[in-house]
C-alpha cells in the first residue's frame, strides 16, 4: 500500500495569511494526488486535481505543485471561510489512501 | 453533470445486514472504476470496496477489514453501485461515500450514514 504522510495535523493562522500543507508519498504516484476540503457534516470537496489542476469554482487563491514524492496545497491569502478539514489522496494505485488530516483554524 | 446520490444508510444491530445505493448519472457508468470510501465519527478516510468496468468483468477487490463481510455490485441497466454489508461490526459506523476515477479526477458522492449499536 501507498503511505501518505500529511503535515501538520493541525495549524493556526490568520487571515491573509499564506498557508502551507505537505504530503509525502512513500512512492512516485505519477501526479496521482487530489486535495480536498472537508468542513462538519459534509463531503469532501475536491480542490486539486493531478496533483496542481484547480477544479471548477475553486477560489484561485488555491493552489497544489509537487516535487518527487511531496506535494503541497497552499493557501494564499486565507479566508475565514478556508476553516476547515483538508485532506490528500493518491489515486495510481488501489488501496486508495490518504493523508491524516489537516485542520485550519482561523486566529 | 456527473451526480451520484447514496441512499440505504440507517441503524443496524452488531451482525447485522444493511444494503447501500448509489444512483449515477453524468457520465458512462459501465466504463468507470467505482469504490465506496468511508468515514468514522472524528476519524480520517478509508477505502473500503472497488468495481472495475464493464470490459474488466466488473472486478471487484476489497479493503482487509470488511473482506468477506461486504459484497460491491451494479445494476448496469439502472446505472446504480451497490454495497451489501453483512456480519456488521460497531467498528463500521461511519459516513459511506461512492465515490468514481474519471480521470483525471476523482469524484465523490454527498454521503450516507451507517450506524451500527446495539
Known amino acids: 500500500d501507498i503511505q501518505m504522510t500529511q503535515s501538520p495535523s493541525t495549524l493556526s493562522a490568520s487571515v491573509g495569511d499564506r498557508v502551507t500543507i505537505t504530503c509525502r508519498t512513500s512512492q512516485s504516484i505519477s501526479s496521482w494526488l487530489a486535495w480536498y476540503q472537508q468542513k462538519p457534516g459534509k463531503a469532501p470537496k475536491l480542490l486539486i486535481y493531478?496533483?496542481?489542476s484547480l477544479e471548477s469554482g475553486v477560489p484561485s487563491r488555491f493552489s497544489g505543485s509537487e516535487s518527487g514524492t511531496e506535494f503541497t496545497l497552499t493557501i494564499n491569502s486565507l479566508q475565514p471561510d478556508d476553516s476547515a478539514t483538508y485532506y490528500c489522496?493518491?489515486?495510481?494505485?488501489?488501496?486508495?489512501?490518504f493523508g491524516g488530516g489537516t485542520k485550519v483554524e482561523i486566529k | 453533470e456527473v451526480q451520484m446520490v447514496e441512499s440505504g444508510g440507517g441503524l443496524v444491530k452488531p451482525g447485522g445486514s444493511l444494503r447501500l445505493s448509489c444512483a449515477a448519472s453524468g457520465f458512462t457508468f459501465s466504463d468507470a472504476w467505482m469504490s465506496w470510501v468511508r468515514q468514522a465519527p472524528g476519524k480520517g478516510l478509508e477505502w473500503v470496496a472497488r468495481s472495475k468496468t464493464k470490459g474488466e468483468g466488473w472486478t471487484t477487490d476489497y479493503a482487509a477489514p470488511v473482506r468477506g463481510r461486504f459484497i460491491i455490485s451494479r445494476d448496469e441497466s439502472g446505472n446504480t453501485l451497490y454495497l451489501q454489508m453483512n456480519s456488521l461490526k460497531t467498528e463500521d459506523t461511519a459516513v459511506y461515500y461512492c465515490t468514481t476515477d474519471l480521470s483525471p479526477k476523482y469524484l465523490w458522492g454527498q454521503g450516507t450514514l451507517v450506524t451500527v449499536s446495539s
Open positions: 489522496q493518491q489515486y495510481y494505485a488501489y488501496p486508495l489512501t
Open positions: 493531478k496533483a496542481s
